[in-house]
């Protein structure tokens, strides 16, 4: 009987383990509306400002410091976006393997020579590569608590400073991307120096030309619009990031419930067997006793 109390007890634990799973799941449910909502918003926004500043790059003779191409590369910056929480798959484990992989691959000599920096974003991603003893200069703990533009805006305002004085000489950002709940594209994209040949590709396909009259001057309103769209690039990492984690999590959380699902129903079965046998064990223990006694 002692084994069928320690089944009963295990049935128990699942079935308490299977109701947090499916509230956490409804939760990262509601979550990923809201963030879905807010990348929709976004996009618009941002595909908009990447087509004025196209305009403005191929029309403007501009100086503006953010434009510089380094002549060499000394000082790489790389900003990981990752999660404050877990639970969520391999999300956070997926994103740091291709951020080593890609460290390994095209940046080992500056990792090693202590000329590449991160900032990470998320619990997670600090405590991965601190362990790693990777050169971590930055860190956001809680930055998915409080999700704004604000605090994303003040990372890239500060990366973009720094590489505009020549401390660094390319930026990276690290993230997710959301594609559906059940996938995620992982990226490493560089968002400084800026591409002003792409820029300008895209603006010489636009066959519908028109010409436009700045006031105060391209030039000007270039150097105002540079730092809101690298704000705005890492305004939409991030939130790609935050309904990725939460697809993820969601997903996460439906296969926990159904793993624990069917956890119950096999220890549901080994008790009835359990069960059974030990009936079986009683009756064959009194069929015995009564013929003895007969037999006495």
């Not at 009963?8 to 956490?24: D, G």
């Not at 080992?108 to 003893?133: C, M, P, Q, W």
Request: hydrophobic share 40%; net charge negative.
């Amino acid at each position: 009987m002692a084994n069928l109390r320690d089944i009963r007890n295990r049935i128990s634990s699942i079935e308490n383990t299977q109701q947090i799973t499916k509230a956490m799941k409804m939760v990262a449910a509601a979550k990923l509306r809201k963030a879905q909502q807010r990348i929709i918003s976004t996009r618009p926004y941002a595909q908009k400002m990447r087509e004025v500043v196209s305009r403005l790059i191929s029309g403007a003779d501009s100086s503006n410091p953010i434009l510089r191409k380094p002549d060499e590369v000394d000082k790489i910056l790389m900003i990981v976006i990752g999660s404050d929480r877990g639970l969520c798959g391999g999300f956070n484990n997926n994103l740091f393997k291709l951020v080593e992989q890609d460290i390994s691959s095209k940046y080992s000599e500056y990792h090693e020579n202590g000329k590449l920096e991160l900032i990470t974003v998320g619990r997670k991603a600090d405590g991965y590569f601190k362990k790693r003893n990777y050169n971590v200069v930055d860190t956001h703990v809680g930055f998915f608590d409080d999700l704004n533009y604000e605090k994303t805006s003040s990372i890239m305002i500060e990366a973009t400073e720094k590489f505009m004085d020549g401390r660094y000489d390319k930026v990276l950002v690290a993230f997710n991307e959301f594609k559906s709940v059940l996938s995620q594209n992982r990226l490493v994209d560089e968002v400084l120096p800026l591409e002003t040949d792409q820029f300008e590709e895209e603006n010489s396909s636009n066959l519908n030309e028109i010409d436009y009259i700045y006031e105060p001057d391209g030039a000007t309103i270039l150097n105002e619009l540079l730092p809101v769209h690298l704000n705005m690039q890492l305004w939409r990492a991030v939130l790609e990031s935050n309904a990725s984690e939460q697809g993820a999590r969601m997903a996460a959380m439906d296969n926990a419930t159904e793993n624990a699902k069917e956890l119950k129903d096999e220890l549901k079965l080994k008790y009835n067997q359990a069960r059974q046998s030990a009936i079986t064990t009683e009756i064959s223990e009194i069929v015995s006793g009564a013929a003895a006694l007969e037999d006495a």
